[in-house]
């Protein structure tokens, strides 16, 4: 992915008992006189007061080429909560409409029995498809055709396989993927009124996204990027470890990772700052293994 100005990879520094700190560069946009500058703060956060939330990380998609790119992604992300966790950090797991398949799990029923917050935000059980600062900008892509850049060969084959198999091949997800573990203190919920609870019974303000897709799920969802920045949480999108439902065939005619880039300016002008999974587990940033570098 394209790095719009130059960001500082900082180290975590430990502290006894458990949680730790978490540095981070946060990376957004600024627009003066119709140019849009790249800014970036350094900020530290208890790692006991983040919240990381995994948004659809499916155990299958309707769009083929969406599996390959999730599949790419998966052990740099196994790898990244497995860090955070180190720090004390609340791991959510938000595969939605996949709560039958957790109902028994220790991580389901610590979301379900966090306690009511005393205020919830009007709406938080809700998609939410823009807010306010969007309207200062242009949706950077059309997505109004789902964003599928499957081959059609392909993807007759693949909606042949997952119907062979008993799926629905329009929602075949049945549960999060296999390659992303939960711990039992994790939790799991698809719900912004119980995502809200943990968060508000924990006192936890910083909350990072990742996942797929971003914009749709991940920027979207009743716990998504818009609905806890509407509402006061510090969010930030997990850049690299994000893809989108992008059609190069569709405006603005660019490639599927370039359509990711766009919407992820949106995200950083209008909407939340960025990070990257380097700045927390090292390495380099992780890119899809077609993307232009």
Not at 94 to 106: G, L, T
Request: with cysteine; glycine share 8%; net charge neutral.
């Amino acid at each position: 992915m394209r790095q719009a100005g130059t960001l500082l990879i900082v180290a975590l520094c430990g502290v006894p008992n458990f949680a730790g700190e978490i540095t981070l560069t946060l990376r957004s946009r600024s627009e003066k006189d119709g140019k849009h500058d790249t800014v970036t703060k350094i900020e530290t956060w208890p790692g006991d007061k983040v919240a990381v939330i995994v948004c659809d990380v499916w155990d299958a998609h309707h769009c083929l080429n969406a599996v390959r790119r999730e599949e790419e992604m998966l052990p740099r992300m196994e790898a990244f909560l497995k860090a955070v966790r180190e720090k004390g950090t609340l791991v959510i797991h938000a595969p939605s409409s996949c709560m039958e398949a957790y109902k028994d799990h220790p991580a389901r029923k610590r979301a379900q029995s966090a306690p009511m917050a005393k205020t919830l935000p009007q709406d938080i059980d809700k998609w939410c498809r823009k807010i306010p600062a969007e309207e200062k900008g242009v949706y950077p892509i059309d997505q109004s055709d789902g964003g599928e850049d499957d081959d059609p060969k392909e993807h007759t084959e693949w909606h042949a396989k997952l119907s062979a198999i008993g799926r629905n091949p329009k929602s075949p997800w049945k549960a999060q993927h296999s390659g992303i573990t939960i711990a039992d203190n994790d939790a799991i919920s698809d719900s912004g009124v119980e995502i809200w609870n943990l968060l508000e019974a924990r006192g936890i303000k910083n909350v990072i996204l990742m996942g797929v897709h971003v914009n749709m799920c991940v920027a979207g969802r009743p716990f998504g990027l818009r609905q806890m920045a509407k509402n006061g949480k510090h969010v930030v999108l997990m850049r690299d470890m994000t893809d989108s439902m992008y059609n190069p065939a569709r405006r603005p005619n660019v490639t599927h990772f370039r359509g990711t880039e766009l919407f992820i300016e949106h995200v950083e002008q209008f909407i939340a700052p960025t990070i990257t999974s380097d700045q927390i587990i090292g390495g380099k940033t992780f890119a899809f293994s077609g993307a232009e570098h």
